[in-house]
């Protein structure tokens, strides 16, 4: 950790996906952030911020990108349904391991892994509703799976090694909702950075929790999140619903 009483410096993987862009303006507001990316190249940065380009499944060089960070927020994958096993095996399987073991090797105290509603999609496709975090995993795609991967693997890090790993199971993070499975699972941009706020502070060992706001249409249970971690959505997809239907 760090100890010079300056923010905390938070590393942030997949700082040029969707929710890495959507979380940097608010994130800036309260830590550092050191940002990683594969290939893009990021706008330019503020005094908070600094880059990193690493491929995430290279343990060498993803443990001289978490060096002397105080948390990792790990938003790297492909993230495609409609994947291939082989697309999603390197960034999501590989790549997770990579960032949970240089996080172990490092020190790092805190890690937020970013899944995703679809290792519950089958329940979804069935309409089987509301989805608890606490049923038993169905995915719907090798992209699901290679995320219940990624639960079970902060699970036995957190076990075994004592890290504090936080797993949001991400619904539709957009500006706003554009049809009507988004006026479902919608997740916006200042509820996103609540939740991750929220995962970043908690003392709380390990949890899994839906991230979606406070829609009305909502199929999935924030119980466990509104309770353990204090998240309050401030944001209902129903303010769009009548010019989307």
């Known amino acids: ?18 929710v890495g862009k959507m ?15 594969h290939r893009h190249s990021l706008p330019p940065l503020t005094p908070q911020e600094e880059c990193i380009q690493a491929d995430i499944t290279d343990l060498t060089a993803v443990m001289r990108m978490v060096e002397g960070v105080d948390a990792i927020i790990h938003l790297a994958a492909q993230s495609s349904v409609h994947a291939t096993w082989e697309q999603v ?27 995703t509603n679809h290792v519950m999609g089958m329940y979804d496709r069935d309409h089987a509703w ?20 990624g639960e079970a693997l902060a699970r036995y890090y957190a076990d075994a090694f004592g890290l504090s790993i936080i797993c949001l199971r991400i619904g539709w993070a957009l500006e706003r909702p554009h049809n009507e499975t988004a006026l479902r699972m919608w997740l916006s941009p200042r509820d996103l950075a609540q939740l991750v706020r929220l995962s970043l502070e908690t003392s709380i060992h390990f949890g899994i929790y839906y991230g979606v706001s406070n829609n009305q249409r909502r ?23 009548a010019k989307i239907l």
Do not use: C
């Not at 950790?1 to 969707?18: D, F, P, S």
């Not at 169905?138 to 992209?143: E, I």
């Open 1 to 18: 950790m760090q100890n010079t009483g300056e923010k905390k410096l938070v590393l942030l993987t997949g700082a040029t996906g969707n």
């Open 23 to 37: 979380l940097r303006p608010y994130l800036q507001q309260e830590y550092r952030l050191r940002l990683h990316t």
């Open 89 to 115: 095996r390197g960034p999501n399987i590989d790549g997770t391991y990579t960032v949970f073991e240089a996080a172990r090797r490092a020190g790092v105290p805190k890690i937020i892994f970013a899944t």
């Open 130 to 149: 509301p989805i608890h975090p606490e049923q038993p995993v169905r995915p719907d795609s090798y992209y699901g799976v290679s995320k219940a991967f």
């Open 219 to 241: 199929k999935w249970d924030i119980e466990n999140a509104r309770v353990e971690l204090g998240y309050n959505p401030l944001d209902d997809s129903e303010v769009f619903a």
